[in-house]
């Protein structure tokens, strides 16, 4: 009787690390050269600011032969600046603490509940996404305009909130959808109310996405330009935004002062985004996961 012999399989081809290794090294430095053009204004914003009005005539790009620090004291001695800045966290605020809680409120009773009309509620929060504020400008300010709140911070926050809500119900509701309905029936079990499960175990178990949306709420309350342009006409109620913009229209011919005063405005957003970049990734993570 023949005897048939199996040939050992071929061994698997081992790739060289170098193709590998020559791959990261490349996006590496596309990552840095990109990181590179996107930092390099903001640097000449603020390295500007160190000079004197001369220098940068003479030399727009180079950097200050003497530290210059005058024109950052006289921006931070100036009661216009801090009152910007005032009125700027006082509608970043307010607008970061309605929008978490309407749309935390609203997402609760989309992730959970099952009414007639939801699908139809959510894609309307979804089309908000579609629906950009210089659309709404004009119908926004005759409406603000008719509620007599021209030249008042709540003119401004109200249709912020109404802006920022979509994605704050995009975002949370796989949060609280990702929520084992076991759950909340063992809470109702223990006697625990609709109320009481939402304000015992759905927030706590929520808060990567309430950071998140709040984040995301403050950082574009404070950065908005457009909607106090139209809405606020008196420099006592000007958010930083726009009293950059008109300190710069102010003293266009001192241009390191200008430079000194947009760097200090730009300075709180970058800080606070850099503080808080990891809970926005893994926020939004989570809210794909879910």
Do not use: H
Not at 8 to 28: F, K, V
Not at 60 to 89: I, K
Not at 182 to 197: H, K
């Amino acid at each position: 009787m023949a005897t048939v012999t199996l040939a050992a399989p071929p061994a698997p081809r081992r790739t060289s690390p170098a193709p590998r290794r020559s791959a990261g090294l490349l996006i590496y430095f596309v990552a840095l050269v990109l990181i590179g053009l996107m930092l390099a204004p903001v640097a000449y914003i603020i390295l500007g600011g160190f000079r004197s009005n001369s220098e940068i005539t003479v030399d727009p790009s180079g950097l200050p032969t003497v530290w210059n620090w005058q024109n950052y004291a006289d921006v931070l001695l100036s009661g216009v600046f801090w009152q910007q800045v005032g009125n700027s966290t006082i509608t970043a605020v307010v607008t970061t603490a309605v929008v978490v809680s309407l749309g935390l409120m609203a997402a609760f009773a989309l992730a959970r509940y099952s009414f007639r009309g939801r699908g139809a509620v959510y894609a309307l929060f979804a089309a908000g996404l579609m629906f950009p504020m210089t659309v709404a400008i004009t119908p926004l300010y005759i409406l603000v305009r008719n509620l007599g709140l021209m030249n008042s911070l709540a003119g401004v926050i109200i249709p912020q909130v109404a802006f920022a809500l979509p994605i704050t119900v995009i975002i949370l509701v796989p949060f609280l959808a990702a929520i084992p309905n076991e759950l909340q029936e063992a809470a109702a079990i223990d006697g625990c109310s609709r109320l009481g499960f939402f304000w015992r175990m759905v927030i706590p178990l929520a808060v990567p996405g309430v950071i998140t949306v709040g984040i995301l709420a403050f950082i574009g309350s404070w950065n908005s330009y457009m909607l106090p342009l139209f809405i606020l006409n008196n420099e006592n109620s000007f958010t930083l935004p726009l009293g950059t913009q008109a300190f710069a229209s102010q003293y266009s011919v001192d241009t390191a002062k200008v430079l000194a005063f947009t760097s200090l405005s730009m300075i709180p957003a970058l800080v606070f985004f850099s503080l808080f970049e990891r809970r926005i990734v893994g926020g939004l993570t989570g809210a794909v996961k879910g």
